[in-house]
């Protein structure tokens, strides 16, 4: 089946730069999509296909998607950015969807 | 607005079973695929099952193909969850969701509105 790797932990100082990454393999090939989960709150999507942003999602809130990577970027960093990510995509040989196993967003 | 509600969640034995609901309003239910997704205390995200907006295609993790039942019933915007044969590996908050139908119409395999999502225990 197909594994989506991400860091456990990313931590950036506040107006910084965080990118978090998502593995797989020719993840390139596949539309990646993007969650940001509060503690005890339910995901909110924060980019879907690669790089478009839903309505109400920050332009602070880009990603990419290349190769065996996929990146999702948070330009200047805020207290309230932080969260758990997780990256998720359609596996098509299975029908099944795949999440990542999340990355924790620390904002120092 | 736009809102998913899920519940029956709760306490149940091993072995048990269990029904899921999830109220959609808001929105044309019937013009959504839906998923269920759910996550164990302290864990990731984990895809349960989805199913199609007329319910004629459905699709679920190998793990809990046979013990999980998705559903859908149009006409009273609600999706449901068969849980039986539970195991204490089932404990999860449960969540509903919508797939993303982007601005042109396009259906897409991302989920653009969950619900706040229902607790499952499986303990003796």
Redesign the interface.
Known sequence: ?YVLTQPPSVSVAPGQTARITCGGNHIGRK?V?W?Q?KPGQ????VV??DS?R?PGIPERFSASNSGSTATLTISGVEAGDEA?F?C???DSS?????????TKLTVL | QVQLVESGGGLVKPGGSLRLSCAASGFTFSDYYMSWIRQAPGKGLEWVAHITNSGSKIYYADSLKGRFIISRDNAKNSLYLQMNSLRAEDTAVYYCARYLITSFGIVRDASDIWGQGTMVTVSS
């Open positions: 089946s539309s999509h969650y989960q339910a995901p909110v999507l879907y296909d478009d839903p758990d997780y998720q995509v359609w299975s029908d099944h969807w795949v999440f990542g196993g999340g």
